[in-house]
Structure formats: structure tokens, C-alpha cells
């Protein structure tokens, strides 16, 4: 191993966040007028794929071809039995919806649908039976993340550490990644439940990947579903006056969700079957 490919591997975490942030935030940051220059759209929709390119660059320099591939396999990881699907398809929808009903509740107002994200993207008479599956879709194929969350940071946090606290530490940094989303009208009180959304997800999802033997179809089909779901309800998956309680009460749901699964399945590894994924 020559003095490049060992300081790579010595700060391979480090330095594939540094990468991702700098691809994306560059993005990100662009279209949020910050920048003096504005993306394409074509560019745009790479965002996500920094992730890929920045963990299938780093597990290339540091562990060689074979790591690649196999880091790539993991998306092909389906056999994980029928439950773990359904969780991935479900847990997430249920907090939300559960969120969005129960503030209409205590508020004694109907949900307003028409004020979903996704009438402002497909425009008005947008069909949720029609464009639902496009945007899943969509996000499944467009949004890299998980490839870097779960694919190439998560492993290496929990090589050193258990999985509970590698997840919590994960989640900040998930967190701190949506920055630019938010500076341009930034609120203390939504990037704090932004913050704790992010924290619980992680949670969420750490355990889909462990359970699964690092599936990263589990969890980016989790993480599309949660998407795709968020911007069809009354409430997106964003914070702002207009939908604050529900998406304070899906925060809350979320919270719960990620205690009941610290509790069960144990913080060492968010697993009672499977040993923690890591990557030395």
C-alpha cells in the first residue's frame, strides 16, 4: 500500500463527506441564490448522485475494484423477507399521514390536500393515482443519498462505535447536510424539528440495514417512499408556518418509532438477528 492509498484509508470518512458536501452543497447552494451562478436543471437533478460518485470514488482509491462491486451489489439485496419491505413501505407513510390527521384533529380542520408540495410541481388537476408512482420513482432512481448515508458513512461509524450512537452522529451530520435548504429563510424552531426528524429517520433507517445485511434497496426505498409521500400530504417535508404542527406531530411519531425500535431491538446494533454492518 503506497503513502496516497494509506492516508485516503486512514481518513476515508472525512474525506468522502468532504467530497459529497462539496459536489452537492455546490449544487444546493446555487439554486438557493447563494451562489453567483445558478445549475442547469439537468445538473440539478445529479444532486443526489454526488453521494454515489463520492463513495464509489473513495471505495475504489482505498479498498480497489472488488469493494466497488461489491458496494454496488447492495443494491441488489432483496431477499430479506416480506416484513422488511413492508416496513420500508409503510413505517414512514404511517408517521406521516398519522401527523397530518392528528393535528387536523386538534385543530378541528379538515387536511387541505390542495395545499400539498405536489400540486405546486405537477401544477393543480395533478392526479395522486398518476403522479405518485413518477415521483416514487423518480426519487428512488435520482436521490443517491442512501448510497452515501447508509452505503459508505454508517459502516464506518460502526466500526467504531455501537450502532446507536454511529446513527446519532450520522443524523447530525444528515441533518447539517439540509443547511442550504434553509438558509435563505432560516428559522431556528424548524431546523431544530428538522434536526430531530433527521435524528429519528436515522434511527429508522440504520435498523432497516442492519436487519437486512446492509440492503440499500430497503432503505432508498424507504427514504423514497417517506418522500413521496411527504410532498402529497398537507404538510411536504418541510417546515414553515402553514404546516407546522403536522409535520411536529409526524416528528413526534417518528421520535416514538425510533425509541420502540432502541428499546427492541437494543442500541449496540438495532438488530436482535444480524450483526452491525462496518467497514474497517
Given at each position: 500500500m503506497?503513502?496516497t492509498t494509506?492516508?485516503l484509508?486512514?481518513?476515508?470518512l472525512?474525506?468522502?463527506?468532504v467530497l459529497m ?8 447552494l ?8 445558478e ?5 440539478y437533478i445529479t ?9 464509489l470514488?473513495m471505495?475504489?482509491?482505498?479498498l ?6 461489491t458496494?454496488l ?10 416484513r422488511?419491505?413492508l416496513?420500508?413501505?409503510?413505517l414512514?407513510p ?7 390527521y392528528?393535528n387536523a384533529a386538534f385543530a378541528?380542520i ?5 395545499e400539498a408540495?405536489?400540486?405546486q410541481i ?5 392526479s395522486?393515482?398518476?403522479f405518485?408512482p413518477?415521483?416514487f420513482l423518480?426519487?428512488?432512481i435520482t436521490n443517491g443519498?442512501?448510497m452515501?448515508?447508509?452505503g459508505y458513512?454508517?459502516p464506518?461509524l460502526?466500526?467504531k462505535y455501537?450502532?446507536?450512537t454511529?446513527t446519532l ?6 441533518a447539517?447536510?439540509h443547511?442550504?435548504?434553509y438558509i435563505t429563510?432560516f ?5 431544530g424539528?428538522a ?5 429519528s429517520?436515522a ?16 432503505v432508498a ?12 400530504m ?6 414553515s408556518?402553514e404546516?407546522?404542527?403536522s ?10 418509532a425510533?425509541?420502540v425500535i ?7 446494533r438495532?438488530?436482535r438477528?444480524?450483526?452491525?454492518q462496518?467497514?474497517e
Amino acid at each position: 500500500m503506497n503513502l496516497t492509498t494509506a492516508f485516503l484509508k486512514r481518513h476515508s470518512l472525512i474525506i468522502g463527506l468532504v467530497l459529497m458536501f462539496l459536489y452537492t452543497w455546490t449544487i444546493d447552494l446555487s439554486n438557493s441564490g447563494v451562489m453567483p451562478f445558478e445549475v442547469p436543471f439537468p445538473i440539478y437533478i445529479t444532486l443526489g448522485w454526488g453521494f454515489i460518485f463520492a463513495s464509489l470514488l473513495m471505495t475504489g482509491l482505498t479498498l480497489g475494484r472488488d469493494a466497488v462491486i461489491t458496494l454496488l451489489k447492495r443494491f441488489l439485496i432483496w431477499r430479506v423477507g416480506w416484513r422488511w419491505f413492508l416496513a420500508a413501505l409503510l413505517l414512514e407513510p404511517f408517521c406521516i399521514v398519522s401527523g397530518v390527521y392528528l393535528n387536523a384533529a386538534f385543530a378541528r380542520i379538515p387536511p387541505d390536500f390542495s395545499e400539498a408540495m405536489a400540486y405546486q410541481i405537477f401544477g393543480a388537476s395533478a392526479s395522486p393515482l398518476l403522479f405518485f408512482p413518477v415521483f416514487f420513482l423518480f426519487d428512488l432512481i435520482t436521490n443517491g443519498e442512501e448510497m452515501g448515508w447508509r452505503g459508505y458513512v454508517l459502516p464506518r461509524l460502526q466500526a467504531k462505535y455501537n450502532a446507536l450512537t454511529s446513527t446519532l452522529i450520522l443524523g447530525a451530520i444528515w441533518a447539517f447536510w439540509h443547511l442550504p435548504k434553509y438558509i435563505t429563510h432560516f428559522n431556528a424552531t424548524a431546523f431544530g424539528w428538522a434536526a430531530l426528524h433527521f435524528l429519528s429517520f436515522a434511527v429508522i433507517q440504520t435498523w432497516l440495514y442492519n436487519n437486512t445485511r446492509g440492503s440499500l434497496l430497503i432503505v432508498a426505498v424507504s427514504h423514497a417512499i417517506s418522500n413521496a409521500v411527504g410532498v402529497f400530504m398537507p404538510m411536504a417535508n418541510t417546515v414553515s408556518s402553514e404546516n407546522m404542527g403536522s409535520y411536529i406531530f409526524y416528528v413526534l411519531f417518528e421520535v416514538l418509532a425510533a425509541i420502540v425500535i432502541t428499546v427492541v431491538a437494543g442500541p449496540a446494533r438495532l438488530s436482535r438477528t444480524e450483526e452491525k454492518q462496518v467497514q474497517e
